[in-house]
């Protein structure tokens, strides 16, 4: 065995063994620990920005040469769509319509994050937009047809959900029939048994209860103040957390000076938010119900062993099922949360239109659905993307949809102007991807 450097560690049993044909790296190179020195370790992808703006800039600059776009191109989009259509009416950006619009997210947004989960693991689920047609009719049904309380059966209708998801992870990853061809299927029969939950009518209206209240139901101003309050100051600590707990493990923290960015760039957000809410109804529940969705996601995903398994398997199944992970429990997990999230969506959706129908979850909820996931960020190769990329991605298609309305465009320009934007993005993440790999950052 080649000598090690000094200060470095011996290696961990079972670890790959250095090359010995490479020369072996002197202290304090990159990636090597130098005795003496506070920070585990200096190679550049461990560390975070230099002090001052300066460093702020160069650090991003680095990060968009290496690949590591994050959801930039998303908010850029963002930014412009909407600058377009403001000015081609000048309502867009009115606080009525935007209200509308988180209105017409939160439902597929819900289901996208979903997704999303799906799309970490490198796989698809094209039964999703089904699966919450499913749940919305199966709840429905037991609702008014059964006299069941609404809120037993809208849990009901996330068991059925779970169960499908289950039940369609377990063939693709227990018989190893490929998720593609067994969501298909799906896409297919759940149609069918949609179709037989509703019967012969076809269709069945909500009465006015806790379900329909679910979209119905906007926040005083002051509610939602203290709530934009509590986020802003929830993010801020989590921020602070992560500094403290870098320093506790010997890693250089994020400097304060981004810290700070980050909490203004998302707090003055937030506060912007919730002040057009404001200005018209008030803070939606359903949109409350959809961030809250995405946050607890994103927390799963990034800061539970579970998540660091989700992005693991993603990127490599190979290594994580040789590094002890149950990839086949991992799998069935995923897709049984995901079709879980495609109830929540189909419950929204049935809410806010008060009825469900033959064609919910059909048309282009499926579609809509992946495309926000993928125009958010979330690779299709597995193994990157974050749950914020299904809100952001939505937002995307849904003031394109709203935006196109407001003008009263042919709905034909809708799907060529969306399906454009979904190529965009899909080639802008094989670009980036490209760019990863030749950094070395895979």
């Not at 560390?47 to 040469?65: E, I, M």
């Not at 759940?190 to 209240?213: F, M, Y």
């Not at 398997?313 to 429990?329: D, L, P, Q, S, T």
Request: positive net charge; hydrophobic residues 55%.
């Amino acid at each position: 065995m080649s000598e090690l450097a000094p200060g470095a560690a011996e290696p961990a049993a079972g670890s790959a063994q250095s090359n010995p044909a490479q020369p072996v790296p002197a202290a304090g190179a990159v990636g090597v620990v130098a005795p003496g020195r506070g920070d585990a370790a200096v190679d550049p992808r461990l560390l975070f920005a230099g002090p001052g703006l300066r460093g702020l800039a160069d650090s991003a600059l680095r990060h968009v040469r290496a690949g590591e776009l994050g959801s930039l191109p998303v908010i850029v989009g963002l930014v412009v769509i909407w600058t377009i259509f403001q000015f081609q009416n000048s309502n867009f950006l009115t606080s009525y319509n935007l209200t509308n619009l988180a209105l017409q997210v939160a439902a597929t947004g819900t289901i996208a994050t979903g997704v999303f989960l799906v799309l970490l693991l490198g796989e698809i689920d094209l039964s999703v937009g089904w699966v919450s047609g499913l749940c919305a009719s199966v709840m429905a049904v037991l609702s008014v047809r059964h006299g069941w309380a609404p809120v037993l059966a809208i849990v009901a209708a996330l068991v059925v959900g779970a169960a499908v998801g289950a039940l369609q992870g377990s063939l693709f990853a227990v018989f190893g029939v490929p998720s593609f061809v067994v969501t298909l299927a799906g896409f297919i029969a759940w149609q069918g048994v949609q179709l037989k939950v509703l019967g012969r009518d076809g269709s069945l209206n909500l009465p006015d209860s806790e379900i329909t209240k679910l979209t119905s139901t906007f926040f005083t101003d002051a509610t939602g103040w203290v709530i934009a309050g509590i986020a802003v100051a929830g993010y801020a600590g989590a921020q602070l957390a992560e500094v403290r707990g870098r320093r506790r493990a010997g890693l250089r923290p994020r400097p304060i000076a981004e810290v700070a960015v980050r909490v203004v760039v998302v707090g003055g957000a937030l506060i912007a938010a919730v002040a057009i809410l404001n200005d018209d109804r008030g803070l939606p529940l359903a949109l409350l119900i959809f961030g809250c969705l995405v946050l607890l996601v994103d927390l799963v995903s990034r800061r539970t062993s579970y998540g660091r398994h989700l992005y693991a398997v993603g990127g490599n199944v190979e290594a994580a099922r040789r590094a002890g992970i149950n990839v086949r429990a991992l799998r069935v997990s995923a897709f049984a949360a995901a079709s879980c999230l495609a109830g929540v969506g189909g419950v929204l959706a049935a809410a806010r239109l008060t009825s469900v129908t033959q064609a919910s979850g059909g048309s282009d909820t499926l579609l809509n659905a992946i495309a926000a996931a993928v125009i958010g960020g979330t690779s299709l190769f597995g193994g990157r993307g974050r749950a914020w990329s299904a809100l952001l991605g939505i937002l995307v298609i849904g003031s394109i949809a709203n935006g196109m309305d407001l003008l009263g465009l042919d709905q034909s320009v809708k799907f060529i102007i969306t399906g454009s934007v979904l190529l965009a993005a899909v080639l802008l993440d094989a670009a980036a991807r490209r760019g990863r790999q030749a950094s070395g950052r895979g």
